[in-house]
Structure formats: C-alpha cells, structure tokens
C-alpha cells in the first residue's frame, strides 16, 4: 500500500543558491528564463499586513482551484500554464515543498491593470456607492442594499498595489494606462469569464459575487495569468445562506478578519498570531470552497 504524501506548511520558500525574483503577498516567484515557477505558499494577508500565522493547506488550494479554472475556461482566453505538475531544474530535490502548490507559466508583459467584476454589491463598491452612487463612474440605481445583485456584471478596474491597497480607477483612467482598445478587450474578456463562471457556480450553490483577473501580453498575445478565481481573488457567498441588506458569510479569510476585528488590532504591522480554532476554519473555509467547485476533496 502506498504511503500517504505529507504536505509541508509553507510560509516562505527558502532554496539552497536560487532566490526568488520576488515574493508577493502569498506567492514567491523564480525565473526559469522564458519560463517562470509560482509557488503559492501558505501565508495570509490580512487588512494589507502578512500575518505571522500561515494555513495549512492554504497554497495548495489556491493553485488547485487556479488550475482547475484556467482548464476550464480555456476557450474563453488563453493562460499562461505550462505546467501543475512539473518540478523544473534546479528544484527537482524540493519536491515534497512544491507539490500541489507551483506552476510553471510562461513568462509575460504583466498589465498595469486590475480587471475586477463585480456582479453584487460588495467591499469597496459598495462604499463608493454609498458615497457617489458609482462605482468607478458606472452609474447604478438608487436605494440599492449592500449584498444586493446589480442589473449586470460591471467592468471596474483598479490599478495594481505590490503593497497596501489597489486603488479603483474609471474605464477611461484603464485605457489612458493601456489604451483603448486593449482595455475593450479586457472588459470583454474579464465579463464573459465572470459570466461562465458564475454560471458554474451557482448550481453548485456558490455565488461568485465578484473576482479579479491579471492579463499580461506575450508579443501580441493576450494570457490570463497570475491566478483564477480563487478565494484569495474573489468573493464566494454560499448561495443558501445568501440574504441582501448586509455583509454574507464567504468562503475566504473573512473568518479571520472578524477575528482580528473583535480582538481590536490596530491594522498595522507586525501582525498578531492567529490562535489554533482561527487556523483550523479558515483551513475548513479553503478546502471546502476546493471542494464544491472542482467536485473533489483536496489532493
């Protein structure tokens, strides 16, 4: 009988002689040459600070859930995925620190562009609403509840933070930053996945409320890159508990920053730990949304 794989807790990739070209958030990335490996450890960020407290099994969803959906809906627009399952030179002695948690992607132009849908209204929408009846200079209809669903999907960009908070940017701020017909593109790209994905999800009694892409350009070529629809990316609402006029319970480290919010952290670094009973339904939180969506327990 074979024996059973044991998963390490990753918070920081550390690689005899290879440093990462950078380490974001949650993911440290290495240059292959015309290639990269993404590792997605299990760090966690919460309120734009990294927390000192990793989640088991956190990394390993992300790329899970990422590979599954660029699978999915390559029809819609090519990715970046080379491989899910490669250990690339000079990895091939980290294989039990890699497995299930790197990809190998080609190497892209990233855009400067955070393309965000949003089909409810949520998060920072929902405050530029409550202050303009906007959001991102899209006008929407008055008397809308927090949580509510818009008429239709909205394109809302924002631009790209490596640290503390992306800042939301109109249609026409997107274009002036990639021009106009590359942003038409992006808002096409990004409401048509948002559309089928939600469509997905919805029968398997998740709302995806709203989710944010990354697209870089090789030559000509337009890939969907970074990650894809994944709970660090996107607001995931289990559709029957849903009730508009408030915040939902989501599939994400929401669990988390109630906690920080009730102990009264001051949201400035560095983080406070995370006690075990945190840890453990944040965890549950991640392998359940890996579950109802892809239709099978985390490997």
């Excluded at 059973?4 to 918070?11: E, K, W």
């Excluded at 999907?153 to 992306?166: E, L, Q, V, W, Y």
Aim: charge should be neutral; proline fraction near 8%; hydrophobic fraction near 40%.
């Amino acid at each position: 009988m074979a024996a059973t794989p044991v998963y390490r807790v990753i918070r920081e990739t550390q690689f005899a002689g290879v440093a990462p070209i950078a380490r974001g958030k949650v993911r440290d990335i290495y240059d292959l040459g015309d290639r990269l490996l993404i590792v997605a450890t299990d760090r966690l960020s919460a309120f734009d600070v990294i927390l000192p407290t990793p989640i088991p099994d956190k990394g390993r969803v992300l790329t899970q859930l990422s590979l599954f959906w660029f699978k999915l809906l390559r029809d819609v627009t090519p990715n970046h995925i080379l491989s899910g399952a490669e250990i690339p030179e000079p990895f091939e002695q980290y294989g039990e620190e890699l497995a299930g948690r790197s990809m190998v992607v080609r190497k892209t132009t990233p855009l400067p562009v955070e393309c965000v849908v949003r089909g409810y209204l949520s998060g920072s929408g929902w405050k530029d609403y409550l202050a303009t009846g906007k959001i991102c200079g899209i006008a929407l209809p008055a008397g809308l509840r927090e949580s509510d669903r818009l008429p239709e999907p909205i394109f809302t960009p924002a631009t790209k933070a490596t640290s503390g908070h992306d800042e939301n940017i109109s249609f026409d701020q997107a274009a002036t930053l990639v021009g106009r017909p590359l942003a038409e593109r992006l808002r096409a790209t990004s409401l048509e996945i948002y559309q089928r994905a939600s469509q997905y999800a919805e029968p398997r009694g998740i709302i995806l409320a709203d989710t944010k892409f990354e697209f870089g350009l090789l030559g000509e070529e337009l890939l969907w890159i970074d990650e894809a629809l994944t709970p660090d990316s996107s607001r995931f609402w289990p559709a029957d508990r849903y009730k508009a006029g408030g915040l939902q319970p989501s599939f994400d480290k929401q669990y988390v920053r109630d906690y920080l919010e009730r102990i009264g952290w001051n949201k400035q670094a560095p983080g406070p730990e995370l006690p075990p009973d945190v840890v453990a339904a944040t965890r549950q939180k991640y392998r359940e949304a890996h579950r109802i969506l892809t239709g099978r327990e985390l490997e």
